[in-house]
């Protein structure tokens, strides 16, 4: 008989892993992470398969806690683009 799992448990955060980002447990993979690829247009089954490390169960996880949460990690992902271009910019003058 199998145990079931408490779907609460699947991500975590902690200030010490990912900046306090949400992770999937056990895994230090970001939710975020997980939503780059979604938002590319791939399906939970693909992202299971190119991070095989992932259950199909905490890939799913990880897409409910972004829809609960999609402002804060919509706001996270805008951040890090700003900072990339910020970065970009800055090396593009020093060529």
Known sequence: MSTATDIGTLVTRFPDIG???PVITGTGTSVRRVVVLYKQ?????????????LSLAQVYAALAYYHANRDEIEADL??????????????????
């Open 41 to 53: 247009g791939a399906s939970a089954e693909e992202i299971a398969r190119r991070m095989s490390h």
């Open 19 to 21: 900046n306090g980002r």
């Open 78 to 95: 805008a951040e890090e683009d700003s900072e990339y271009w910020k970065l970009a910019a800055l090396h593009s003058k020093r060529v």
